[in-house]
């Protein structure tokens, strides 16, 4: 089983659109959960992270981790056609450098005008 | 802003060549890291360093070697380059005491290996 899943897509959706971007993980040991969002012929940005169980919001996004079903939702509202790029989720345990992060595969997001 | 930098773009080489991948951050990071991402394998990490000439293995390491001299730089070798190391190669810095680790992604370099 891998370590964390991610629907690869594409996801595609109308302008305006609420966007759920979903992955599941199998360790436990996760403590932190960061979103990269990585546009076509670009290296990832970190977009948000959130440290445990609970919701974190910035703007138009909402990241959401839920441990006790090892699963974490990022959600976009008002869906903009910039936003059309490929998410990463990823996590570690501990949250320092010597754990690496374990990132899924991506879900290709698409927005049309 | 913290700026990662790769020498190339893109890149094209012969099967057998040895090639040099340069990564340099500017946000004075301990923690280096190179991954490559290839379509349905995702982001797969090959090296990483956590100080001036240290390295250690990731995922993937095998036909790959890193050094890293100064503290800004950390170089991607491919002794023999084979086909199956065409793929995009991304560098990455953090710093040390980052809590969570907060990796920064340089541009990324296209190879293809003919």
């Known amino acids: 089983q891998k370590e964390v899943e991610q629907d690869p897509g594409p996801l595609s959706v109308p302008e305006g659109a609420i966007v759920s971007l979903n992955c599941t993980y199998s360790?436990?040991?996760?403590?932190?959960f960061m979103w990269y969002r990585q546009y076509s012929r670009k290296g990832p940005e970190l977009l948000m992270y959130?440290?445990?169980?609970g919701n974190k919001e910035d703007g138009r996004f909402t990241a959401q981790v839920d441990k006790s079903s090892k699963y974490i939702s990022l959600f976009i509202r008002d869906s903009q056609p910039s936003d059309s790029a490929t998410y990463l989720c990823?996590?570690?345990?501990?949250?320092?450098?010597?754990?690496?992060?374990?990132f899924g595969k991506g879900t290709h997001l698409i927005i049309q005008p | 802003d913290v700026k990662v930098t790769q020498s190339s773009r893109y890149l094209v080489k012969r099967t057998g060549e040895k090639v040099f991948l340069e990564c340099v951050q500017d946000?004075?990071?301990?923690?280096m890291f190179w991954y490559r991402q290839d379509p349905g394998l995702g982001l797969r990490l090959i090296y990483f360093?956590?100080?001036?000439?240290?390295?250690e293995k990731g995922d993937i390491p095998e036909g790959y070697s890193v050094s890293r001299e100064k503290k800004e730089r950390f170089s991607l070798i491919l002794e023999s380059a084979s086909t199956n190391q065409t793929s995009m190669y991304l560098c990455?810095?953090?710093?040390?005491?980052?809590?969570?680790?907060?990796?920064?992604f340089g541009p990324g370099t296209r190879l293809t290996v003919l």
């Open positions: 990455a810095s953090s710093p040390r005491q980052g809590i969570p680790d907060t990796q920064y």
């Open positions: 360790n436990s040991a996760f403590q932190y």
């Open positions: 959130t440290y445990s169980s």
């Open positions: 990823a996590m570690t345990p501990s949250g320092g450098g010597a754990d690496g992060l374990t």
């Open positions: 946000m004075d990071h301990e923690n």
């Open positions: 360093s956590y100080d001036v000439k240290m390295k």
